[in-house]
């Protein structure tokens, strides 16, 4: 059975400054707990804005030396009145945290020209140095913890994150910058950081992967979020299918 949802004829757009990246964080889940649902709840830290803005050459929306995040929100349907009453909802909700000037989208230009910068941090990120990519996925009011860990095992092996992603399903992805560290940091340390980071992940509820999936990148920390047991199933069953390892041979398993 399929059923087709009507396209929204009506949608707000939000961004949201914030003085405080977990302050940011802790707001996804009380905008939630209010009740509102939005169409699209996306994290922007204050480098993934402005890296973005000068990859683009778009510096249109000011960025203050004090805002340290961003949250751009959406909310969509199809009677007007009730999408400003959402609004004022969320707004009601941030008079509880250090928010800055709250910027209304009111023209379809305005809202392309947001959703193209967020559309163009992981670019943005590309083009500033090597990077490595984590794409964890934690409940939602785990958020600002999961945000204070990448900080605090960053500081412990000298790397510089950058971190955004889809807020609304908990979703972060955390960009590691390898910036100064030595190629020997990189490729060894970075690989320990990485697991630490994907351990405190699966304790908080969450799991490896978001929406890029497992692949090659992830496939050797596995073992966090499945016991041993699990891979062995999971290994059994390939082996049914593919009793010769001729599909997608090295991949997974």
Not at 59 to 80: C, R, Y
Not at 149 to 156: A, D, L, P, S
Request: aromatic share 8%; proline share 4%.
């Amino acid at each position: 059975v399929l059923k087709l949802l009507p396209h929204p004829t009506s949608n707000l757009l939000l961004l949201v400054p914030f003085y405080s990246a977990k302050q940011a964080c802790e707001a996804v889940a009380a905008i939630y707990k209010k009740g509102v649902v939005p169409s699209g709840l996306e994290f922007m830290e204050r480098d993934a804005l402005v890296w973005t803005q000068a990859f683009t050459g778009d510096f249109s929306i000011e960025v203050k030396e004090t805002h340290q995040a961003h949250l751009l929100i959406e909310v969509d349907g199809f009677n007007p009145e009730v999408l400003m009453e959402e609004c004022e909802s969320i707004l009601s909700v941030l008079e509880a945290f250090e928010t800055d000037e709250v910027l209304f989208a009111e023209t379809q230009a305005q809202k392309d020209k947001l959703w193209s910068l967020r559309r163009k941090v992981g670019e943005a990120v590309k083009s500033q140095s090597i990077y490595k990519e984590e794409d964890t996925v934690v409940p939602r009011y785990a958020l600002p913890e999961l945000l204070t860990t990448v900080k605090e095992i960053g500081e412990r092996y000298g790397f510089k994150s950058v971190c955004y992603g889809h807020a609304g399903d908990g979703n972060l992805h955390i960009n590691i910058i390898k910036g100064n560290m030595t190629d020997e940091q990189w490729n060894t340390e970075l690989t320990d950081a990485i697991r630490q980071l994907f351990t405190k992940v699966v304790a908080l509820g969450g799991t490896l992967s978001g929406e890029h999936g497992i692949g090659l990148v992830q496939k050797q920390y596995m073992d966090i979020a499945f016991d041993t047991v699990s891979l062995k199933l999971m290994k059994e069953i390939k082996h049914v299918f593919d009793p010769n390892n001729i599909l997608n041979p090295g991949k997974i398993f």
